[in-house]
């Protein structure tokens, strides 16, 4: 008998007659999963928390999760102290929120607004499992366009006020929203998923020559006129995040363009597109006219811009104001993430902070 029907004979002699039932292992899906949720293990950092640190350490920004931008470059900016209250614009995952919460307390207050109400409602559960109640923290679905309403809370004013007007992970990296063109979905694009049109729906009725002011306008697109009349000849094929990018590839391959130079234009067409849908231009004009009646005396704001388009609108405004008096200083040069800060989270590096000073 050899060692091998020897063993055999052991471990069946100490079984009953009762069958064994097969029970498979619980496994991770594997190297080809099926479902977005399963595909990256960083979207459960509980229980991959290993994971998570990989994906950081790799430099990149793990899968459904937001680092904040600029962080000790924004409490420098808004001089953040205790008792002091203030809004954040664009509450979003909470990663600026939970970090000034604690600078302000005892006795601070923070008001956090957001136009996507699925996020809102996600993050302020976070936050109230920091520990941070309603006495501190409010959150409110709205639009940071109609900031003025945010004066019934504090009718006095703010101290201060911040804005981080870039989109998200979660959105940017939640297939069904439409913003990513890294997995095939609708071309949505709405950041409140809620209401309005997608930006699908409004390809099948923009013009050429509207298309092309987007495009310019919106992402200073230098193929816009070229791509402009490849998308609205190709119909429906661009109702996807996919398809999109597969039409704005291929248009350029006649330019004979590097990769990257394409995939940069696709970038710069859904971003475009997500401006248009959103009305940000106009809502972001309206937050910075508002902001002034929103501040008390030597109350700051703080804007990190991500593109050329916001930056400029900010600028301006800033200028005009401290001209005229409404603010007493503003900064000249915008501040931009450390290369650190870069490196650890390339999302950052196209971000602009800037600040001024309520007179």
Not at 253 to 263: A, G, I, M, R
Not at 307 to 315: I, L, Y
Request: aromatic share 6%.
């Amino acid at each position: 008998m050899t060692t091998k029907q020897l063993e055999t004979d052991v471990l069946m002699s100490g079984m009953t007659d009762k069958p064994v039932k097969h029970k498979r292992r619980v496994r991770y899906a594997g190297t080809h999963p099926r479902k977005f949720s399963e595909k990256y293990k960083e979207l459960d950092p509980g229980k991959y928390p290993g994971d998570v640190k990989k994906v950081i350490q790799r430099g990149q920004t793990p899968a459904g999760m937001h680092l904040p931008i600029c962080v000790s470059e924004i409490f420098e900016a808004l001089n953040l102290k205790r008792g002091m209250s203030g809004i954040d614009c664009t509450l979003g995952y909470g990663g600026h929120a939970e970090r000034i919460l604690p600078r302000i307390m005892p006795g601070g207050f923070l008001l956090g607004i957001d136009v996507d109400s699925h996020e809102l409602a996600r993050t302020e559960k976070r936050i109230r499992n920091l520990g941070f109640d309603e006495s501190v923290f409010v959150p409110r679905h709205m639009n940071f366009s109609q900031i003025r309403d945010c004066l019934d809370v504090r009718p006095n004013g703010y101290d201060f006020i911040l804005a981080d007007l870039g989109v998200s992970s979660m959105q940017l990296d939640t297939p069904e929203r439409g913003f990513s063109f890294k997995n095939s979905a609708l071309l949505d694009l709405r950041l409140n998923n809620s209401s309005g049109e997608t930006a699908a729906e409004m390809l099948l009725r923009v013009t050429e020559d509207s298309l092309v002011n987007i495009l310019t306008e919106n992402a200073d697109e230098t193929h816009a006129a070229l791509l402009a009349k490849a998308i609205l000849s190709a119909g429906t094929e661009c109702q996807t995040t996919v398809g999109l990018a597969s039409v704005i590839t291929r248009a350029l391959q006649s330019s004979k363009l590097e990769p990257d130079e394409s995939k940069l234009s696709i970038r710069r067409v859904f971003q475009a597109l997500r401006i248009e849908v959103n009305n940000e231009f106009e809502a972001l004009d309206q937050l910075l006219l508002s902001i002034p009646y929103c501040l008390k005396s030597g109350g700051r704001i703080a804007v990190l811009s991500f593109h050329s388009g916001e930056d400029r609108r900010v600028k301006k405004s800033f200028k005009r104001f401290t001209e005229q008096g409404v603010y007493s200083e503003c900064i000249r040069r915008p501040v931009r993430p450390s290369f650190q800060e870069k490196y650890d989270n390339p999302r950052s590096s196209s971000a602009k902070l800037r600040w001024a000073v309520k007179a």
